[in-house]
């Protein structure tokens, strides 16, 4: 029932900007997580950064930090990730997942996940 998915992604220059956004629909919980991953080849999902639903309450990993901004809408039940200063490491599939009970940074504590959105950022 729950539905999770991920829009926005784009081919970019470093240094541009973009914005990713996550819907939820189907959903009857109102206590949890909405966390950002990204993964790339051969790679294991990475933390990226998390917000509380209920108290807007959120955490960024470190190489992140003043470049990305997560928000929610509670109305169109919607998060979104700005992502300014884009940088050729940032170049990932983004994921948008739910956590309901677990730790914000393991990706195989969520339980429901969407489909990812292609971020590449060319020199």
């Known amino acids: 029932q729950v539905q999770v998915a991920e829009s926005g992604g784009q081919l970019v220059q470093i240094g541009e900007s973009l914005r990713l956004s996550c819907a939820i629909s189907?959903?009857?919980?109102?206590?949890?997580?909405v966390g950002w991953f990204r993964r790339t080849p051969g790679k294991e999902r990475e933390f990226v950064t998390g917000i509380q639903w209920s108290d807007g309450m959120a955490g960024y990993e470190d190489s992140v930090k003043g470049r990305f901004t997560v928000s929610k809408d509670i109305a169109k039940d919607m998060v979104y990730l700005q992502m300014n200063s884009l940088k050729f490491e940032d170049t990932a599939v983004y994921l948008c997942?739910?956590?309901?009970?677990?730790?914000?940074?393991?990706?195989?504590?969520?339980?429901?996940w969407g489909q990812g959105t292609q971020v590449t950022v060319s020199s």
């Open positions: 189907g959903r009857t919980f109102s206590n949890f997580v």
């Open positions: 997942g739910i956590l309901l009970d677990g730790a914000w940074t393991d990706a195989d504590d969520y339980q429901y």
